[in-house]
């Protein structure tokens, strides 16, 4: 069955698309019994040589598999496959933890015909904990990765951790008058903060552009997307979004000269953004995605430091949990973020209703805000008056079942 899409200005998503739609990947998941009963290993494969771009976290305490995907990248800038286990960190496991990823990495070339530089890896999960290699390895050895919504809908699963829903996007843009796909895959629930999380994203497109520009780009869009998201405060020790970029939609090679780079661009962001609120919404206890909307403000990088410092506000997630329009925790939160404001000149809206006008409080319906934050998606508006920088964040209220969740990770 041909797949719907659905208008997003000179993009179009693709409802049933994901890592699988971009032309040349396959990808897959199963259950090793790492885990008791969910998905715990998957694949995504290239069928040629992909250009490859990541990010990763900024915690200093880095996971191995991240030590070894950065040097798989590095010495030819591409990627065939990555493989991904779950429930397990593999992390602060020393030497031990530095050589069961290389095992990976080298079990994962030696399944699909590779050289280990042509593999990257990735692990989420509980840190500390040796990984299961007696299971992981065979597991590794049973992945057979194909191009259809099933498969790439198993690896979704086989990522996740406290996750409560896959997170998949694909949307497809012109470039060269070629339609270029660009399929996304994430997980992430709880230790979400921005610079990277207990978060990992796969990118793949079928957009032919060199190594060092897909890094550019990948660079440009995370900095307004995924480092916009926050949900407890803490930034975990294994994340990254990693991007593979096959080639096979025929475009002239993109770079930021070319006529199309920033439509290109602005897909890639669209992907991202989604990804981001997807995480954003299944915050762990989460009932609520909360977005916060800063204009006005000295620069864009300003205006999204704002954005980060409300949505991450402790204070105001629990309001919105519990629907009371407290404006004022918003404004507080501007105060302390480190960027220079006017104190006389701001403008605070939740969801539709002024609250605060050029910093003077402003009558509104207590109904009418409660109605708006009983929603599923609440929207926080700020005018700062002061400059033509604007930027976007997203999070999630805290809930009663956070520290449930937490209180009982390992148990």
């Not at 992945?143 to 896959?166: G, Q, R, V």
Request: overall charge negative; hydrophobic content about 40%.
């Amino acid at each position: 069955m041909a797949s719907s899409t659905a208008s997003c200005g000179q993009m179009h998503k693709i409802t049933d698309g994901s890592v699988h739609t971009p032309l040349g990947f396959k990808a897959t998941g199963l259950h090793t019994k790492v885990k008791r009963k969910r998905k715990d290993l998957g694949a995504i494969v290239c069928d040629v040589p992909a250009s490859a771009a990541a990010v990763y976290t900024l915690n200093q305490i880095q996971a191995a598999p991240l030590d070894v995907t950065r040097e798989s990248i590095a010495e030819e800038g591409t990627l065939r496959a990555v493989v991904v286990n779950s429930g397990q960190a593999n992390a602060v496991m020393g030497k031990v933890g530095v050589a069961d990823a290389y095992e990976m990495r080298d079990r994962t070339a030696q399944a699909f015909g590779l050289e280990p530089l042509d593999v990257a890896i990735a692990s989420t999960g509980t840190i500390g904990e040796r990984l299961q290699m007696e299971k992981i390895l065979p597991g590794i050895e049973a992945l057979h990765p194909e191009a259809n919504p099933a498969s790439a809908n198993a690896f979704a699963e086989s990522i996740l951790t406290t996750d409560t829903c896959t997170k998949e996007t694909c949307y497809a843009t012109e470039i060269n008058g070629k339609t270029v796909h660009i399929g996304a895959v994430a997980k992430g629930s709880g230790m979400i903060h921005p610079n990277m999380a207990t978060m990992l994203s796969f990118v793949t497109t079928d957009a032919a552009i060199a190594p060092e520009h897909l890094q550019q780009a990948l660079s440009e869009i995370t900095d307004r997307t995924y480092n916009r998201i926050t949900i407890d405060g803490d930034t975990s020790t294994n994340d990254m979004v990693l991007t593979l970029a096959s080639g096979k939609a025929g475009n002239e090679p993109l770079h930021p000269e070319h006529p199309d780079w920033q439509p290109f661009i602005q897909a890639l962001q669209c992907v991202a953004e989604e990804q981001s609120k997807q995480i954003a919404r299944d915050g762990e206890g989460a009932t609520k995605l909360v977005e916060v909307n800063v204009k006005g403000a000295p620069t864009d990088e300003d205006a999204g430091k704002i954005a980060k410092q409300i949505v991450g506000s402790d204070l105001l997630k629990t309001a919105v949990f519990g629907t009371d329009g407290n404006w004022g925790r918003i404004i507080c939160a501007i105060g302390y973020s480190g960027v220079t404001i006017n104190p006389e000149t701001i403008d605070i809206a939740i969801g539709p209703h002024l609250t605060l006008s050029q910093s003077e409080p402003v009558n509104f319906s207590e109904e009418a805000v409660t109605a708006h934050l009983k929603q599923d998606e609440v929207f926080i508006d700020v005018e700062l008056n002061i400059g033509d920088g604007s930027g976007k964040a997203w999070g999630c209220d805290l809930t009663y079942d956070y520290v449930r969740i937490n209180a009982g990770y390992r148990t």
